[in-house]
């Protein structure tokens, strides 16, 4: 059975950063395309950004590039998204998600298997 669990949310302040991971069991993150999406309360699932890490290939949303990255540690089985310069709209939970194959997608229907999430809170 293949299992993602999402860590590193918390409550900072606009400018702060937080560094998520999300450690998947069942099946190396190697073979997957990875991503990460966050949906805030009455709002839908957005993109957030993705990774394909047996091509080393990484993708980001218009609205978090520059600030965020995603990586991948394959080592550890695990997949971060570090966020710097957080502002109050990145305030959402945000989902680890994983392909079934390995490929790269910014497409919420690309993905076969969801975390739990973690919540994000950005303060003024």
């Known amino acids: 059975q293949v299992q993602l669990v999402e860590s590193g949310g918390g409550l900072v302040q606009t400018g702060g950063s937080l560094r998520l991971s999300c450690v998947a069991s069942g099946r190396a993150v190697s073979t997957y395309g990875m991503g990460w999406f966050r949906q805030a309360p009455g709002k839908d699932r957005d993109f957030v950004a993705s990774a394909l890490p047996s091509k080393g290939l990484t993708s980001h949303a218009p609205s978090v590039k520059g600030r965020f990255t995603i990586s991948a540690d394959n080592a550890k089985n695990t997949i971060y998204l570090q966020m710097n310069n957080l502002k109050p709209d990145d305030s959402a939970t945000y989902y680890c998600?994983?392909?079934?194959?390995?490929?790269?997608?910014?497409?919420?229907?690309?993905?076969?298997?969801w975390g739990q999430g973690t919540q994000v809170t950005v303060s003024s």
């Open positions: 998600a994983a392909t079934q194959q390995p490929v790269l997608s910014g497409r919420e229907g690309d993905y076969d298997y």
